[in-house]
């Protein structure tokens, strides 16, 4: 069944995604999810999907002939072991790390008919936003650029580094992203999140689950 928002219809969610935030996007006039940090989102038909990164990374994968892709948002590059299974849940604790965020997005995008040989990547994010912390956005750009090359996964468009939040809006059936680096930031509310985020990863044990916001 599709979900009425005001006058507009949200599209049915792929099945497993049932739980990630949709709305209609009004400024842009089409539906939309937000995913937040751990999660990750696949689309098949003309949907946006947006995220906000500071040290994070997202990569934007789609089936460039059949228009099926999704993007993920991850905080920390990997974990050394990891002993819960795949599950079906996309805020499942293990996407809260690059290795298994990257491997869920893929196989989710193989699952609903798209073809690795047809693949465009993008990758954003991976900013130096919080001043006293160690640079884990270099690391996470550091270890998707070294994941896709072992997956011989060539890279289309970037925009990595720096010391900016970004806004990402990705529109999988056309492959085209907006982003806007969010200069001014009135409050601390990406830096306060990331920053739960880490220590959140640092105590809760990886078949867990966490607080998003």
């Known amino acids: 069944m599709k979900r009425a928002v005001s006058d507009k219809i949200l599209p049915k969610a792929p099945r497993g995604f049932e739980g990630v935030k949709r709305y209609w996007d009004k400024k842009m006039d089409m539906p939309?999810?937000?995913i937040m940090p751990g999660e990750f989102y696949v689309s098949t038909h003309?949907?946006?999907?947006?995220t906000v990164l500071g040290s994070c990374i997202s990569t934007c994968i789609r089936d460039r002939e059949l228009g099926i892709g999704g993007m993920?948002?991850?905080m920390l590059p990997m974990q050394g072991e990891h002993s819960s299974g795949w599950g079906d849940n996309v805020a499942n604790s293990a996407t809260r790390y690059g290795n298994w965020a990257m491997e869920y997005l893929i196989n989710a995008i193989i699952k609903l008919g798209g073809n690795k040989n047809n693949f465009e990547v993008k990758v954003f994010g991976g900013g130096?936003?919080?001043?006293?912390?160690?640079?884990?956005?270099?690391?996470?750009?550091?270890?998707?650029r070294e994941y896709l090359k072992?997956?011989?996964l060539m890279v289309s468009a970037t925009?990595?580094?720096?010391?900016?939040?970004?806004k990402v809006l990705y529109f999988p059936d056309t492959g085209k992203v907006k982003i806007r680096r969010l200069i001014h930031v009135d409050?601390?509310?990406?830096?306060?999140?990331?920053?739960?985020?880490?220590r959140d990863l640092d105590?809760?044990?990886?078949?867990?689950?966490?607080?998003?916001?």
């Open 203 to 213: 105590t809760a044990p990886a078949e867990g689950s966490i607080e998003l916001f």
């Open 72 to 74: 993920n948002h991850f």
């Open 159 to 166: 925009d990595v580094g720096g010391v900016h939040p970004r």
């Open 32 to 34: 939309a999810a937000k």
């Open 187 to 198: 409050n601390d509310t990406i830096n306060q999140r990331e920053d739960r985020y880490r």
């Open 150 to 152: 072992a997956e011989l």
């Open 128 to 144: 130096k936003v919080i001043a006293n912390m160690s640079d884990v956005g270099l690391k996470n750009i550091s270890f998707v």
């Open 46 to 50: 003309g949907e946006m999907i947006v």
